[in-house]
């Protein structure tokens, strides 16, 4: 958990600290959405399952407000827990995409090894996938794994909307650092649903980034749902029409 929070604040500082053609030239931060989003359209995504326990509640939820749902699997995982990646793959609502083999930061790795990162993860996950979709870890692509996937069938999916739900964690609050990342507003640190669904309007709608391993997020789930839902958005899956142009 340390290890997430540090490759995210470390990337989160690089990417506000380079010029945007540097940033664009080098492919490595591609998963921050530059387009609008289709208006008023919201697409959840939970990635780093399957994770006993969580990934059944989400698909519970998923059942309880009809909305659907993408769930980024760490390819080593699913296969601990093919039942799980198995129930992913049968619901109706919930789409299996691929988040890598074993969760590294492609940044740190040589092509080489993401090269194998991303064959493992392929061999792994690309029956339960239709269509191919790819999240890397910490967001942190590089050029070559973007040829690599491509020629793979792959779509890349990044978000509009980092719930930050790494922050907030288990304590439901997070610090005055984190939040200047994160682009917290001051009042909502205290405040994860709050902050969500501040984030969502901001965008007015989008893919939203979530985890399935963080209890807070569980706990807060079906609350935001409804939320967002009284607040009009309509919910869609990655593969709608409307987020065709999200998709790299
Ligand atoms: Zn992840």
Not at 112 to 137: G, N
Request: hydrophobic letters at 40%; glycine letters at 4%.
């Amino acid at each position: 958990m340390v290890e997430i929070r540090a490759a995210r604040v470390r990337s989160l500082s690089e990417q506000m600290n380079q010029p945007a053609e540097a940033l664009r030239q080098s492919c490595r931060f591609e998963s921050d959405i530059a387009t609008p989003p289709p208006p008023g359209l919201v697409s959840l995504s939970f990635d780093d399952g399957p994770e006993p326990g969580a990934t059944e509640a989400i698909l519970a939820l998923l059942d309880k407000h009809q909305v659907p749902a993408s769930f980024f699997l760490i390819a080593s995982k699913a296969q601990r827990h093919p039942e799980l990646a198995a129930l992913v793959k049968a619901h109706p609502r919930a789409l299996v995409g691929n988040h890598s083999w074993s969760h590294p930061n492609f940044h740190d790795i040589p092509a080489v090894r993401q090269a194998s990162e991303v064959e493992r993860s392929d061999a792994t996950l690309a029956a339960l996938q239709a269509p191919k979709l790819f999240r890397y870890p910490y967001g942190n692509a590089s050029c070559e794994a973007n040829a690599d996937l491509q020629q793979r069938g792959y779509r890349i999916v990044g978000w509009h909307v980092d719930s930050c739900d790494w922050a907030f964690d288990k304590t439901g609050s997070i610090d005055a650092h984190e939040a200047k990342i994160c682009g917290v507003d001051k009042a909502n640190r205290e405040h994860f649903i709050d902050h969500v669904v501040a984030a969502v309007k901001a965008r007015r709608g989008g893919i939203v980034l979530m985890h399935e391993i963080h209890p807070n997020t569980l706990a807060k789930l079906d609350t935001l749902i409804e939320r967002l839902l009284a607040e009009g958005f309509r919910f869609a899956p990655l593969n709608a029409a409307e987020f065709e142009p999200s998709l790299r």
